[in-house]
């Protein structure tokens, strides 16, 4: 028997159907948004590195993901043992990492990505866990490399 499905009305993609299996829940809200915990993930259509987060109980609070690792393959997120306990994981494949993207006036030569604060999940039991992390990261560290300059009088 499949499961419940709840219509969802959001700013952003109009009613959606979504899966009771499909909720997410931050327990501890995110920066900015404690009082929202359900969210789910909406696609980006044909681009699997983006995804949006919805949240259940407000329609225009969407967050663009990313998978960090696509361009930044050093990054690092280190769980201290109170988020492992908080998320309920005990092995690296229970997790995934997002980090929220701004994309400022829709110039997506200018994108950017919050290394400092990523999102991480616990797939097996639909948790979700916002950390903060120190240096080196920036919650607006750039996506792509900066943009060329144009010439001076090029009119380009």
Do not use: C
Not at 7 to 18: A, D, K, P, Q, S
Not at 124 to 136: F, I, Y
């Amino acid at each position: 028997m499949p499961g419940a499905q709840l219509r969802v009305e959001t700013t952003r993609f109009g009613l959606l159907e979504v899966s009771a299996e499909r909720l997410i829940t931050f327990p501890h809200g995110l920066l900015g948004f404690e009082e929202l915990h359900t969210y789910f993930f909406h696609p980006v259509p044909g681009n699997p590195v983006f995804t949006w987060m919805q949240a259940v109980d407000a329609p225009e609070v969407a967050f663009l993901l990313v998978d960090p690792f696509v361009f930044f393959p050093d990054y690092a997120v280190e769980l201290t043992p109170e988020d492992e306990e908080r998320l309920g994981v005990s092995r690296p494949q229970e997790v995934l990492v997002y980090t929220t993207v701004t994309i400022p006036d829709d110039r997506v030569e200018y994108i950017t990505t919050n290394l400092a604060g990523p999102l991480v999940f616990n797939v097996e039991k639909s948790l979700g866990l916002q950390v903060v992390l120190g240096e080196p990261y920036t919650p607006r560290h750039r996506l792509f490399a900066r943009p060329p300059r144009r010439a001076a009088g090029s009119g380009a």
